[in-house]
C-alpha cells in the first residue's frame, strides 16, 4: 500500500512517498517559494514516476496531509468537503497553517479526484486528555464555540513517546518531549494518552514560536487597542509575523542567527535565547508535576536536534528532581542518531531523537482506509 504525505507551507511544499507494507520511504522531495500548489503537485508525480517510485497513480492508496485544525472534526478524517469548510471556520486561529492545507488539498483532490484525502489533525493526540487540562476559564457560550486547548505537534509528540517506549521498554511511560522547530512546543504524555500540550487555541500559543507570539496576557489586546489605538487587524499581524523570537531578538526567525548575533554581543539576542529557555524550564516544570515526575525528557526538531546551548540551557539546575545532564554527551550529539544525553545516575533519561511525524500520519490513514473496507 502506497501513501503520500504532503506537507504544506505557506510558501513551501514537501512530500514523501510511502510504501506502508514495510514502512519504508520510496521517494521524497520538495519545493520552496511555492506560489501554484498545483504546479508542485505535477511536478512531485512527475519526480515520482521519474524515479519509478509511483509508476501509475492508481497504485497511491491516499494522500495524507498533516492537518491542523478544523471545527468539531477530531482525530484522523477523510477530507471531504465538510471537512475543509470545518478546516475553514478554524482560518481566524491558524491563519498561518489553514488557508494553505486548504488550498494544497483543493489542487489535490482536482489532480487526484479518485484518491481518497486524508488528515490526521495535529490536535488528535490529545483529544483523550483530561478535561481540566482543555478547558480555559471562560464563559461556558465561549467553550462551546470552541474556545479551549486544543494542543497541536500531536503527530510529533505521539513519535517521540512511542519511540521512547520501544527503546526504554516499560510500559506508561511519562514523557515529556520538547519539539522546537519553527513552531515550538511542550507535550506530556503518559504510556498512551497525550495529556496536555503547551500550545493551546491555537499554533502561536505556549512558547515563543519562531516570529509567532506564544503566550500572552489577553488582557494586551484591549490596552494596545483602547490606549495604543492599533486595530485588531495590526496586532493580530504583529502577533503572527513580528513577534515570538523574532519580536524579542530583532534580529531574525532562525534560530541560528540569533546564536549568532548574541554571540556578538547583541543584547536583545541572547535575551531572545533566555527567553525560550526560560518559558521550555516553566512548561517542563508543568508536566513534572503533572505527571509526578518523569522517564523521559525529549529534544527533537530543528532546533532540538540541533543546538546543544539551548539543550544545556534547559536542562541546567535540575538537580533537586534528580535530572543530569552529560554535558559531553550533549556537546557530541550528531543530528540523526537516537541518543541518550543524561549522565549515567540521572533520574530522568534525557534524550534526543529525530521526530517523524510522516510516519505517524501514515500509519493512522492506512488504518482509516483499513477500517472503511
Ligand atoms: P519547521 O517547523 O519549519 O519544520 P525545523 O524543525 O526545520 O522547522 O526547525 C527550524 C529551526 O531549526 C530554525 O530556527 C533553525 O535555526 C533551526 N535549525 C535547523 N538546522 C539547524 C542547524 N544545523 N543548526 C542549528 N539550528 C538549526
Redesign the pocket.
Known amino acids: 500500500m502506497k501513501i503520500l504525505i504532503a506537507n504544506i507551507?505557506s510558501t513551501s511544499f514537501k512530500y514523501r512517498l510511502l510504501d506502508m507494507t514495510t514502512e519504508a520511504t520510496l521517494a521524497k522531495g520538495g519545493f520552496e517559494r511555492v506560489t501554484d500548489y498545483g504546479d508542485a503537485i505535477e511536478k512531485s508525480l512527475a519526480e515520482m514516476k521519474a524515479s519509478g517510485a509511483l509508476p501509475r497513480l492508481e497504485e497511491l492508496a491516499a494522500v495524507g496531509f498533516k492537518t491542523v485544525l478544523a471545527k468539531n472534526v477530531l482525530g484522523c478524517a477523510e477530507l471531504t468537503e465538510d471537512v475543509l469548510k470545518a478546516m475553514e471556520e478554524m482560518n481566524e486561529v491558524a491563519p498561518s497553517h489553514n488557508p494553505p492545507y486548504i488550498a494544497g488539498i483543493r489542487k489535490f483532490r482536482e489532480k487526484l479526484p479518485r484518491t481518497p484525502m486524508v488528515g490526521l489533525f495535529e490536535t488528535a493526540w490529545w483529544m483523550n486528555a483530561p478535561e481540566a487540562a482543555k478547558r480555559y476559564a471562560v464563559p461556558e457560550q465561549w467553550a462551546e464555540w470552541g474556545v479551549r486547548r486544543y494542543g497541536f505537534h500531536g503527530a510529533s509528540h505521539r513519535y517521540i513517546a512511542e519511540r521512547v517506549a520501544k527503546l526504554l521498554g516499560g510500559s506508561n511511560l511519562r514523557v515529556i518531549s520538547c519539539h522546537l522547530?519553527?513552531?515550538n512546543s511542550i507535550g506530556a504524555t503518559l504510556g498512551n494518552r497525550g495529556m496536555g500540550n503547551s500550545l493551546g487555541m491555537s499554533p502561536q500559543s505556549g512558547l515563543p514560536h519562531?516570529n509567532r507570539v506564544g503566550e500572552l496576557d489577553s488582557f494586551a489586546i484591549p490596552f494596545l487597542m483602547k490606549t495604543h489605538g492599533l486595530t485588531i487587524d495590526q496586532i493580530v499581524r504583529s502577533m503572527n509575523k513580528e513577534g515570538g523570537l523574532l519580536g524579542i531578538s530583532g534580529v531574525s526567525?532562525?534560530?541560528?542567527d540569533i546564536v549568532a548575533a548574541a554571540q556578538q554581543g547583541n543584547e536583545r539576542a541572547k535575551l531572545a535565547m533566555e527567553v525560550f529557555a526560560h518559558d521550555i524550564r516553566h512548561w517542563i516544570g508543568a508536566y513534572l508535576v503533572q505527571l509526578n515526575g518523569a522517564d523521559a525528557i525529549v529534544f527533537t526538531?530543528?532546533?532540538g536536534e540541533?543546538?546543544a546551548q539551548l539543550r544545556e540551557m534547559v536542562c541546567t539546575n535540575l538537580d533537586w528532581f534528580g535530572i543530569r545532564l552529560d554535558v559531553a554527551k550533549n556537546e557530541a550529539y550528531q543530528?540523526g542518531q537516537e541518543s541518550v544525553i543524561s549522565a549515567d545516575d540521572s533520574r530522568t533519561k534525557i534524550m534526543v531523537l529525530p521526530t517523524n511525524e510522516e510516519i505517524v500520519v501514515a500509519r493512522e490513514v492506512k488504518k482509516l482506509l483499513e477500517n472503511r473496507k
Open positions: 507551507g522547530g519553527g513552531s519562531n526567525n532562525d534560530v541560528r526538531a530543528g532546533i540541533n543546538n543530528r
